[in-house]
C-alpha cells in the first residue's frame, strides 16, 4: 500500500503535539508532583532561555522611568500596552499601588548569576539573570521558593504587592504567592497559570478564573489587601475578589516558582497602603504612586485608569474645584532631563483627563519639579520609588 511522505506541515505538528505531552507530564499541577525532564525537549527549552538571559550587557541606565525601576531604556513588553485609552480599562481593575513602599528590587544591585540579597531562599535554585537589558530573579530548578526580607515580614492592615513575570511558553502553574501563618502553614494561596486560569485558594474556597490570551510572554501580577480582602489582578483585569479569606494571621508572603523552563521575575513592588479613599483631597493635597508611565516618556499607561478615575468622580463632584497637577521623578538621569520629564508627565495626565474623561481643560494647571523635591532618599530603590509620584493639590 503506498504511503505519502508526511509534509513538513505535517512533522511539525507532530513535534509540537509530542513537546506539549512531554510538559503536562512534567508538572501536574498544584499539589502534584514535580517530575524532572531529562528529555531533549525540555533541554532544547531551557538552552533558550539562556540565549536570551546570558552573556547579554546592562541597559542604558541615564533615563528616570516611573514604570516599576527599569532603567533599561526600553520600554517593558507588558500586555497592557502603552499610551491605550485609559477611559476603555474596565471598571472591575480597581488596583491602586501602596504609597509607603516596603521593598522595591529589580535586582540591578545583584552580580549576574548570584543570588539576590533581599530574598530568603528556602527551596530549589535561583539566581539573578538578564534579558532585554533587565534583571530578573530566575528560578532555574524545576520547584522553588523565595520570601522577601523585611524587617517585620507580617502584611500590615492594608498592603499591594505587584511584579511582572516572563514566561518562556505556556506553561502551568508557574507562579504562586502565599501568604503564611507562624506555623508555616498556608493561609492562601493564588496561583497563575493554572492552564489558563488565575486559582485563588482559601480553606474549602476555590476560585477559578480562565485568563484571556496566551499565557507566554510577559505579564504583570499584582495583589491588594484591605484586612482580610484580597484582590488579585493579571494585566489590567480584576481575577479573583476575596471579600474574606479564613484562617491566619499571615506572618509572611512566600513566592513560589515552579517550572521546568526557569521563569522569571522581576520589578517587585511591595508596599504598604492604599487605604480605601473617603475625600481624595479632605487635606488638600492628593499624592499619588498609580498614575504609570511608559519608560522614559509622558505616556500614560492604562492601569492608570483606577486613579485617574477617582480624580474624575471627585472634580465632578466639586464643580468649583481646580487643580494643580505636579509630575515628580527620582535622580537618576540628569537634572535638566528629569525635570522636563516631569512637567510633560503632568501635561498628559490633565490631557487625559479632559479628552478621556471630559473634564474642562481650563481646571488645570501643571507643573514639574524633576527630583528636587524628594520625599525619600534616593539611595536605595525603595526610596526612588517613593519619589517618583504624581501630586493633586486644590488651588
Not at 533615563?63 to 491605550?84: C, F, I, V
Not at 533587565?134 to 492592615?157: F, I, N
Not at 494643580?324 to 510633560?344: C, E, F, M, P, Y
Amino acid at each position: 500500500m503506498f504511503c505519502p511522505r508526511p509534509t513538513r506541515a505535517t512533522l511539525f505538528a507532530l513535534i509540537t503535539l509530542l513537546a506539549g505531552l512531554l510538559a503536562v507530564s512534567a508538572h501536574a499541577g498544584i499539589g502534584g508532583s514535580i517530575k524532572k525532564l531529562g528529555d531533549k525537549a525540555t533541554k532544547t527549552a531551557e538552552d533558550a532561555v539562556d540565549k536570551t538571559t546570558d552573556g547579554t550587557t546592562s541597559g542604558d541606565k541615564s533615563g528616570s522611568t516611573d514604570k516599576g525601576e527599569n532603567k533599561s531604556g526600553a520600554t517593558p513588553a507588558t500586555s497592557s500596552g502603552s499610551g491605550g485609552k485609559v477611559s476603555s480599562v474596565s471598571t472591575k481593575f480597581d488596583y491602586v499601588p501602596g504609597d509607603h513602599v516596603l521593598l522595591f528590587d529589580d535586582f540591578t544591585q545583584d552580580e549576574l548569576g548570584e543570588f539576590p540579597a533581599k530574598w530568603r531562599l528556602l527551596q530549589g535554585n535561583f539566581e539573578t539573570a538578564e534579558k532585554g537589558g533587565e534583571r530578573w530573579l530566575r528560578c532555574t530548578s524545576p520547584d522553588g521558593r523565595v520570601r522577601m526580607k523585611l524587617d517585620s515580614p507580617a502584611p500590615p492592615e492594608f498592603w499591594t504587592l505587584e511584579f511582572d513575570v516572563d514566561c518562556l511558553e505556556p506553561m502551568s502553574s508557574a507562579y504562586a504567592v502565599r501568604g503564611m501563618d507562624a506555623s508555616d502553614r498556608t493561609v492562601w494561596e493564588t496561583c497563575w497559570p493554572v492552564g489558563h486560569d488565575l486559582v485563588f485558594r482559601n480553606g474549602s474556597l476555590n476560585s477559578t478564573v480562565t485568563t484571556p490570551g496566551e499565557n507566554a510572554g510577559r505579564h504583570h501580577l499584582m495583589i491588594m489587601a484591605r484586612g482580610k480582602s484580597l484582590k488579585v489582578y493579571l494585566d489590567n483585569e480584576r481575577d479573583a475578589n476575596v471579600p474574606e479569606y479564613t484562617g491566619g494571621p499571615v506572618t509572611d508572603l512566600e513566592f513560589r516558582l515552579w517550572a521546568s523552563t526557569k521563569p522569571m521575575l522581576t520589578n517587585v513592588r511591595y508596599a504598604e497602603g492604599c487605604r480605601p479613599p473617603k475625600d481624595m483631597l479632605a487635606e488638600g493635597k492628593l499624592v499619588t504612586y498609580g498614575i504609570r508611565f511608559a519608560t522614559g516618556s509622558d505616556v500614560v499607561l492604562p492601569e492608570s485608569a483606577p486613579v485617574l478615575r477617582q480624580v474624575s468622580a471627585y472634580m465632578v463632584a466639586n464643580p468649583a474645584v481646580k487643580l494643580q497637577i505636579t509630575g515628580h521623578t527620582d535622580n537618576v538621569g540628569s537634572a535638566a532631563s528629569n525635570l522636563d520629564l516631569s512637567k510633560r508627565r503632568a501635561a498628559s495626565v490633565a490631557k487625559v483627563l479632559s479628552e478621556q474623561f471630559a473634564i474642562a481643560a481650563d481646571r488645570f494647571t501643571t507643573d514639574g519639579k524633576g527630583d528636587t523635591q524628594t520625599v525619600a532618599s534616593n539611595a536605595k530603590p525603595e526610596g526612588r520609588a517613593m519619589n517618583r509620584r504624581v501630586e493633586f493639590a486644590k488651588l
